[in-house]
């Protein structure tokens, strides 16, 4: 098998083809799977994949992806999977694929059903959705800001399992039960808890500035969220493991990989070689959490005029109704990371930083880095914090900085 695997450039030559990608085996058959891709790419509409697939209007979060070599249409549930992990270099198809991903919940979720928390780094991806009244708050651009309100999402996950607890329910669905039943009894009305879906975009960039809380955020979403009715779908064009941590993989058991650069990254998302191969333009692979091997799926384009459309119809259903319980709040220049550490405040990690250093009797920016898992020029800034207060000297060139404190 070894060897047929490693014909694959042999082959793409003799073919005149871009790539060869050879599935040896296909799973479930004694076969050996050659796909040699179109010379030119078709366009699966986002209307054709729609009518196509017949979800299941009682599943609101099941999702059309895109369609498979067969010409078959895949679907996935999120609520199954339970959070989905996408990857894919710029201009791959994975900003378009996210926003299909929105407009089919949005078209089969009303705003008490299922709520979004949408996490936009870069501004221009997902602002297009601001007042829209499944919005839990305005679509956070401030990576400090996210931060925050991913924690909010923890603790009102935390409530959530103390309201269950209470009750004596095991999950969102038993709690939702629960409620029907005690209406239907009741002129005394309860509402129900909707479903929530994180959506960050850009992942590498969070992961920059605050990259701790972020992934403790992740972590505990990823470990504990699935029955609370909480699902995150974590975007990046940039799957090194500096960005997708081992346990952030191990907590986001279903990934979509679009075309990378290299193997490297394409090991970094799905484990595997293959994505490196893939054509760019919505051509994906898809790992759920049920399967061993990825599907290779055409994912569908909508664009930017249909999102609109369907934006403005909700935005014309009903007003937007913020919940101010998620509101991140406001963040001091210092956190923002716009200042060169200077502020009255102080880094919130001053302390551990000096712990660090008083403990260790060294002190270098990498160490800090490395140990408190920040960025490099918020460890500097910690250094000359540090110097200021007098716990270091100053620095004497290439030699190391000396401690001036003791424990």
Do not use: C
Request: hydrophobic share 40%.
């Amino acid at each position: 098998m070894n060897r047929i695997s490693n014909l694959a450039d042999d082959l793409a030559l003799a073919l005149a083809a871009k790539d060869v990608r050879i599935e040896a085996p296909i799973p479930g058959k004694s076969l050996v799977g050659i796909e040699v891709p179109n010379s030119e790419i078709a366009t699966v509409s986002f209307r054709e994949l729609w009518e196509q697939s017949k979800t299941n209007p009682d599943n609101l979060l099941e999702i059309p992806l895109g369609k498979a070599v067969n010409g078959s249409s895949r679907s996935f549930d999120l609520s199954k999977m339970p959070h989905l992990l996408v990857a894919g270099s710029t201009g791959s198809g994975k900003s378009v694929s996210v926003n299909g991903i929105i407009a089919s919940i949005l078209m089969k979720a009303r705003p008490d059903q299922v709520k979004f928390m949408m996490v936009d780094p870069k501004m221009v991806e997902l602002s297009v959705y601001n007042d829209i009244p499944h919005l839990l708050i305005p679509v956070v651009t401030n990576p400090r800001k996210a931060s925050k309100a991913l924690q909010k999402v923890v603790d009102e996950m935390e409530n959530r399992y103390a309201l269950f607890s209470a009750i004596g329910v095991r999950n969102i669905a038993g709690f939702n039960a629960k409620v029907e039943e005690f209406n239907a009894q009741s002129n005394e009305k309860q509402i129900p808890l909707p479903l929530i879906v994180v959506i960050v975009d850009e992942l590498a960039d969070l992961m920059m500035v605050a990259s701790k809380e972020v992934e403790d955020a992740i972590i505990r979403l990823g470990q504990k969220a699935r029955a609370a009715g909480i699902h995150m779908i974590l975007a990046t064009q940039r799957p090194s493991v500096d960005v997708i941590s081992g346990l952030i993989k191990a907590n986001v058991p279903s990934r979509v990989a679009f075309a990378v650069s290299s193997g490297t990254d394409s090991r970094t998302i799905l484990d595997e070689n293959g994505a490196e191969k893939l054509l760019g333009r919505g051509d994906m692979l898809f790992k759920p959490i049920d399967e061993n091997h990825p599907i290779r799926l055409q994912g569908s384009f909508i664009s930017d005029e249909d999102v609109e459309r369907i934006v403005t119809f909700i935005k014309n259903q009903a007003d937007a109704d913020y919940d101010d319980s998620f509101d991140p709040g406001e963040v001091s220049e210092l956190e923002d990371g716009n200042t060169g550490g200077s502020g009255n405040e102080g880094d919130p990690l001053f302390n551990e930083a000096r712990t660090l250093v008083v403990e260790t009797q060294k002190a270098s920016a990498s160490m800090i880095q490395r140990r408190l898992s920040v960025g490099f020029n918020r460890a500097t800034r910690l250094m000359e914090e540090l110097e200021a207060a007098g716990v270091i000297g100053p620095a004497e060139g290439t030699k190391p900085r000396k401690v001036l404190q003791q424990e």
